[in-house]
């Protein structure tokens, strides 16, 4: 049985950048959980008139921090799969953050959220994440380097005499 470019690569694992966004985005999501067990506790104590109040935000709060901690913790075990939601989770922090800076008008909680947004978009988004995202679809393609190959040079910019007119 022959193997693949991609089988017989060693698996290096995800870059520093995708496991430190990892764990930042799992942490956002056991804080979500943490949000859904308050407002449960609260909504038992009876400290709520709605009974959907708290427990329907609850709910919400459970279910998506709990999406959350498993595109965090996927990252930091190398799935790319998890990156998806790490990114969706960033997206919809930025207008959280943005409500908590202007209308609530809370900046100590959201600039340091907006802070924490922006840095893990650009983890998830550095050259070396996207690189070892794009390894999973390209697993055949050839590496490619900073040395231009004198055979692939566009003849339309070379001299007749071999010059390179760039």
Excluded: C, N
């Excluded at 901690?69 to 990114?87: E, K, M, S």
């Excluded at 983890?123 to 390894?135: E, I, N, T």
Aim: aromatic residues 6%.
């Amino acid at each position: 049985m022959s193997r693949t470019p991609a089988e017989s690569r060693p698996d290096t694992g995800p870059p520093t950048a995708i496991r430190r966004a990892g764990l930042v985005v799992a942490l956002e999501g056991v804080v979500a959980v943490g949000i859904a067990i308050v407002l449960a506790v609260h909504g038992a104590t009876g400290a709520d008139e709605s009974f959907i109040s708290s427990y329907g935000t609850a709910g919400w709060f459970a279910i998506l921090g709990a999406g959350v901690v498993a595109g965090g913790v996927a990252l930091l075990t190398g799935r790319r799969w998890g990156r998806a939601i790490a990114v969706v989770a960033q997206i919809l922090l930025i207008p959280v953050a943005f409500a908590l800076l202007t209308d609530s008008g809370q900046p100590w909680l959201g600039a340091p959220l907006l802070v924490v947004v922006v840095i893990v978009l650009g983890l998830l988004f550095s050259p070396k994440s996207v690189r070892w995202l794009a390894d999973d679809y390209a697993p055949d393609a050839p590496e490619v380097t900073d040395t231009p190959d004198p055979d692939l040079r566009d003849p339309d910019l070379s001299d007749p005499d071999g010059a390179d007119r760039r």
